[in-house]
């Protein structure tokens, strides 16, 4: 059983970064992929990037691909979404997950309770 938290969200200006957090309050993460996710009101939610457990595959979401980098610390137990150069289209709330490396949320077992993220023009 993993339970995760998430941390770092807030509200930005346009052009500004965050970095958003994900740790493990029981359980652990390594030995699992990690993602990133997020979601707007009315929509499901959307892939935004992934980890292999080990850290050297990574993948993105199109719409952020350059902008946004995913890592992990397995000596902290802690994931990383580092954002840069926010867009309003941005806003969302954000979710980690932890499960196999993919972008489908299906493929994912544990997830966080989510952490907003608001960028205003």
């Known amino acids: 059983q993993v339970q995760l938290a998430e941390s770092g969200g807030g509200s930005v200006q346009a052009g500004d970064s965050l970095r958003l957090s994900c740790a493990a309050s029981?359980?652990?993460?390594?030995?699992?992929?990690m993602g990133w996710f997020r979601q707007t009101p009315g929509k499901g939610r959307e892939f935004v990037a992934s980890i292999s457990w080990s850290g050297g595959n990574t993948h993105y979401a199109d719409s952020v691909k350059g902008r946004f980098t995913i890592s992990r610390s397995n000596a902290k137990d802690t994931l990383y979404l580092q954002m840069n150069s926010l867009k309003p289209a941005d806003t969302a709330v954000y979710y980690c997950a932890a499960g196999a490396y993919s972008d489908f949320e299906d493929e994912y077992d544990y997830w966080g309770q989510g952490t907003q993220v608001t960028v205003s023009s």
């Open positions: 029981e359980g652990t993460l390594r030995g699992y992929a």
